[in-house]
């Protein structure tokens, strides 16, 4: 490809280097969109990651091959971090060097950022381990709470770290249908493919149930409150 990460709508040109003079191609971009040609170009209408797949036919037979998460598609370009305000001796509001972030967010003695590569960065406060991230290159949102965190993987699914206070951290959800996630105090909320709603960890202030209905396209929370997007 003659790119691998660039900003909505992202136009990529796709070459094949295959040997032994294939005569028959099948490309798959990851968004559910195909071609037969032998170069084909393909533009990405939405953020995510995308895994490409290449099968190639000669007459001896076919190879396939596949590159997970090859595409990186963003809503912007990524960015260099300021931070500014309280550092309350933990360094919080004192980011890392680079230029390569497409998300940031704070919790109250930390922060966390996510990387163009997929990649996380914690800094800050670590009493709970808030600060110490888990490896792996396929995270594509994140959302920090007071003292936890979550991630969403390319694939769908959630992971937390962190205090799990509340459940906040066991009771996260299983399955690979979330688009969106949000954190507060000590509570998680995940939006489905389907435009639902779910809600784990601390049920006070008014916070559960979350909103019903299938009409939801963003999710945010803070300290007490949740916000959705319709």
Known sequence: ANATF???PMAVQFTDTSAYLPTSWKWDFGDG???TLQNPSHTYPAAGLYTTTLEATNAQGSNTTSRKNYIRVFAHEPGAIAGWGGNNGHGEASP?????YIAVDGG??????LRA???LVGWGDNEFGESTVPPGSDY???????????ALRSNGSIVGWG??????LVDIPAGTDFTAISAGDAWGAALMSDGTIVQWGDYNFGLYPPPAGTGYSDLGGVYTQGLALS
């Not at 109250?108 to 950022?113: L, Q, T």
């Open 33 to 35: 969109s195909t071609s």
């Open 163 to 168: 205090d799990g206070s509340y459940n906040c």
């Open 108 to 113: 109250r003695k930390h922060s966390i950022a």
């Open 6 to 8: 660039g900003i909505v």
């Open 117 to 119: 590569n997929g990649s």
């Open 96 to 100: 890392p060097a680079g230029s390569d």
């Open 140 to 150: 594509i949102a994140i959302a920090a709470g007071r003292y936890h965190n979550y």
